[in-house]
């Protein structure tokens, strides 16, 4: 058992947040993760108060039905990095990607804080936050070459570069829930909302671990 002293040295350390869940969304591109995550945004119902998104920075701008962000150019990324404006922040794609300071916030709470993230940035997230819980979005090759190609985004050899990555990023998550989005979204949307049930219910006893 940890003694007194032991449990409010560790309460009172600024990092890593022993509060709240951290679930962080990967997996390779064209598995729907945006879908997956919106589907379950939208039918929290009780839990609403307790789990939030959060609100990506890209230096990308924002496309129509793609994830909802603010975009910065990366100077003005840069900049915000350098004053403390983001728990975390990586690179991938050739962009650049943060979440804002107030996810620390949120996680002191006690809240479960989802956001979609990468796999490289997992174990800076875990050494940030005590509790994390990835989940990995898939969907079997072809179909990723199917929707990939469906949003026009990419060259043919653009497209085979991020089938390429996703495919070692999703194998390489350890600890993993993985959540196949290859059918109707409903089902995938489902067992990604049970997942943060699970992760609303532990959030309430994490920090007495």
């Known amino acids: 058992m940890v003694s007194a002293s032991i449990q409010r040295a560790q309460d009172e350390a600024p990092f890593p947040i022993r509060q709240g869940v951290f679930v962080a969304v990967v997996g390779p591109s064209g598995g729907g993760k945006d879908s997956v995550m919106r589907y379950a945004k939208e039918r929290l119902g009780s839990l609403e108060a307790d789990i939030i998104f959060a609100r990506r920075v890209i230096t990308r701008p924002m496309e129509p039905g793609s994830e909802e962000h603010d975009t910065l150019d990366e100077a003005g990324f840069e900049r915000r990095k350098a004053a403390g404006g983001f728990a975390l922040s990586w690179c991938a794609n050739g962009l650049s990607y943060g979440l804002p300071a107030s ?3 949120a996680m002191r709470q006690g809240k479960v ?3 979609n993230g990468s796999r490289a940035v997992i174990p800076e997230i875990r050494a940030r936050y005590v509790h994390v819980l990835p989940v ?4 079997p090759r072809e179909v990723l070459a199917e929707r990939l190609s ?4 990419e060259t043919r050899e653009e497209m085979l570069a991020r089938l390429a990555r996703g495919t070692a990023s999703e194998l390489a998550v350890t600890d993993g829930h993985v959540i196949d989005n290859s059918g109707p979204l409903e089902v995938a949307g489902e ?3 049970e997942t943060l049930r699970k992760a609303a219910a532990w959030s309430d006893v994490c920090d007495m671990v």
């Open 150 to 153: 469906s949003r026009g985004r």
């Open 191 to 193: 067992r990604f909302l």
């Open 113 to 115: 804080v989802v956001a």
């Open 103 to 105: 996810v620390d916030e």
């Open 136 to 139: 990995v979005i898939t969907a």
